[in-house]
């Protein structure tokens, strides 16, 4: 069967958070050089874990995208194609928590779940979940 011509939609991580983790990564570096042997260790493993999330969003940017086809989800894991018949629950689930809200985008495929906010898609995850319902045949 051929594949179905339309419009592609991206979704990235915005430039802003990306050198946010990379401006921590720097930080923390340098902290973990200034202090006792706990805090060494304990700004270096920071240090280490943004620095990689960094990494991963630079090589990486572009963490959802759809079409008319389905859906590819990036991540570190690889890149999946995701068809729309596949897809079993498209969901922004909002909680709130000691004042804050998280909203995320959940997408359900089978027996996996891919979990997005909006640092991770740019945009809000509402907006998101309307343009997917818009695609999804």
Do not use: C
């Amino acid at each position: 069967m051929a594949a179905v011509e339309g419009p592609r939609h991206e979704w990235r991580v915005p430039r802003q958070v990306v050198m946010a983790k990379i401006a921590g990564a720097v930080l923390f570096g340098v902290l973990a050089t200034i202090g006792d042997h706990h805090q060494l260790f304990l700004a270096g493993v920071v240090a280490l874990g943004l620095a990689v999330v960094a990494m991963r969003d630079l090589v990486i940017p572009v963490r959802l995208s759809a079409s008319a086809d389905g859906l590819v989800v990036a991540g570190l894991a690889g890149r999946e194609r995701i068809s729309w018949n596949d897809v079993d629950r498209i969901r922004v689930d909002s909680r709130r928590r000691y004042g804050l809200t998280t909203e995320l985008l959940e997408i359900e495929a089978g027996d996996q779940v891919h979990l997005f906010s909006r640092f991770d898609l740019g945009a809000s995850v509402f907006d998101v979940a309307d343009a997917l319902m818009k695609l999804r045949p």
